[in-house]
């Protein structure tokens, strides 16, 4: 990655906080590499105050400074955002959307030229670097190009490359996912409870829990079906209990969670 390159951040919330974090202690990029602009003061303060970057008063000054752009606004905003820009972007420009929902099509046509755009959804455990995101190009995106952006999102997590035909099945899945995980720890919690634990012993027995057996997952090598399979005791406890998900619809229930998130998310696509 040449060293003159620089990256900007229209939109300087959690998510731009969160790869700004990850490239400077990646050394991905140095902190005069990197450029922010927010429509919120507050936002632009931050920033500045816990990395030392610049910040751009406009988004145009912004876009003429950077050869990466990284659209981290709301996908409500991103059409007001995209016509202010679009003056401002070269052919050489690599644009990168995080924009949950927006299809590169729409960002294509309101910037009318045949640059670079890559499209991605991360997940919010990249907050703490643990994050994984997904990544589909556009028709211009070449593999360099492809390679710059995963560099980036590598800084927080993992990644992982699709076909944009793919990216509501991502949202729905990974995206969304993190939510469905909480949702699951905060009834184990209150599950705990209900069988007589303290609630801060509850939470951190089920949030530890949640932390080695994904460790496990990824670390042992074996399947999820076989580290099931290794817990789970004829006739014991963990038995009775997966024995209750079965009979409860865990797994039926699981798929149409996902898929009500993925309707959702092709349903927001279409409004924007």
Known sequence: ?????????????????????????????KKDQIIASDKQDAAIKNISEQF????????????????????SVKPQSIREVLEEIKGAIRDDHLLISIAAGIPLSMIQDIIGKDIALIRVMPNTPALVQR???AL??????????????????????????????????VTALS??????????MECMVDAGVAVGLETQAA???VVETFL????????????LAK??????????TTAEGLATFDKMGLADMTIEVVQAACRRSVELGKNY
Request: glycine share 16%; aromatic share 6%.
């Open 1 to 29: 990655m040449a060293e003159i390159q620089k990256i900007g951040f229209i939109g300087a919330g959690n998510m731009a906080t969160a790869l700004i974090k990850g490239l400077l202690e990646s050394g991905t990029y």
């Open 52 to 71: 030392g970057l610049k910040c751009c008063p406009t988004n145009q000054e912004l876009v003429r400074g950077s050869s990466i752009v990284v659209l």
């Open 131 to 133: 994050g994984v995101s």
């Open 136 to 169: 589909a190009g556009g028709k211009w995106a070449g593999p360099q190009h492809m390679a710059e952006a995963r560099a980036i999102f590598n800084s927080v997590g993992k990644t992982v490359q699709v076909q944009e035909p793919m990216m509501d099945a």
């Open 175 to 184: 995206g969304s996912g993190p939510g469905y995980v909480f949702r699951i």
């Open 203 to 205: 939470l951190d027995l």
């Open 212 to 223: 080695g057996a994904a460790y496990l997952a990824k670390e042992s090598g074996h399947s």
């Open 227 to 236: 580290l099931r399979e290794m817990v789970t005791s004829p006739g014991g």
